[in-house]
């Protein structure tokens, strides 16, 4: 079945410090991928998106590459801001069975400090 | 214009009890999802629909559980004989259609506690 797994927060950082958060996936078909952002008393939200291998998918300073030879989907961001302390979920869909239902890793807290 | 909405945004319940969860997704939208996010875990699949008819019920966890969408808009997730573990945020979403390119929109979820 599918999976994704990313690492395990909680992740501190100082304001302007280079974050990376890791998502690998096991999926039987072929997936589109998905990083999904929850800000403190907020629902999820779609952050950004890529659906085929070597596809990057960018918003608002994120980052994550598709990579199908790692299976692996890292989000990154070069400067954090405060604002962007949120729990990030990586996902997939698996574009080869019906319905595009999306599985979810374990999602990671970011606390950004000023 | 208007969002997922779901209601009621907390519901505590004691064990054993029948609770109703509602969901409306965003007008036009075909598809919907139901997701359940235990504390500290990423949210879990529990069923879809497309239009009326739920198309994968695969995730629900046993038949405690049933979600109705009667006129292909409004969602109703179910769940009898309400057990402890049950307690999680359940989540909405719905998108265009079903297609891998269409972005799912969430709700903010109910918060069900079972006492």
């Known amino acids: 079945g599918n999976s994704v797994t990313q690492m395990e927060g909680p992740v501190t950082l100082s304001e302007e410090a280079f974050l990376t958060i890791n998502c690998t996936y096991t999926?039987?078909?072929?997936?589109?991928l998905f990083w999904y952002v929850q800000y403190p008393g907020e629902g999820l939200q779609l952050l950004l998106k890529?659906?085929?291998?070597?596809d990057k998918g960018s918003n608002k300073g994120f980052e994550a590459t598709y990579r199908k030879e790692t299976t692996s989907f890292h989000l990154e961001k070069g400067s954090v801001q405060v604002s962007d302390s949120a729990v990030y979920f990586c996902?997939?869909?698996?574009?080869?069975?019906?319905?595009?239902?999306?599985?979810f890793g374990g999602g990671t807290r970011v606390l950004v400090k000023p | 214009g208007a969002g997922v909405s779901q209601t009621p945004s907390n519901k505590v319940t004691e064990k054993g009890k029948y609770v109703e969860l509602r969901c409306d997704p965003i007008?036009?939208?075909?598809?919907l999802y139901w997701y359940r996010q235990s504390l500290g875990q990423g949210p879990e699949f529990l069923i879809y629909?497309?239009?009326?008819?739920?198309?994968?019920d695969s995730g629900l966890p046993n038949d405690r559980f049933f979600a109705v969408r009667p006129e292909g808009s409004v969602s109703t997730l179910k769940i009898q004989r309400t057990e402890r573990g049950d307690s999680a945020v359940y989540l909405c979403?719905?998108?265009?259609?079903?297609?891998?390119?269409?972005?799912?929109?969430f709700g903010p979820g109910t918060r069900l506690t079972v006492l």
């Open positions: 979403a719905s998108s265009l259609d079903t297609s891998g390119s269409n972005e799912q929109f």
């Open positions: 999926a039987t078909g072929y997936p589109s």
């Open positions: 890529a659906t085929k291998a070597d």
């Open positions: 996902a997939l869909s698996d574009r080869g069975a019906a319905g595009n239902k999306l599985t």
């Open positions: 007008s036009g939208h075909t598809a």
């Open positions: 629909f497309q239009g009326t008819g739920a198309a994968d």
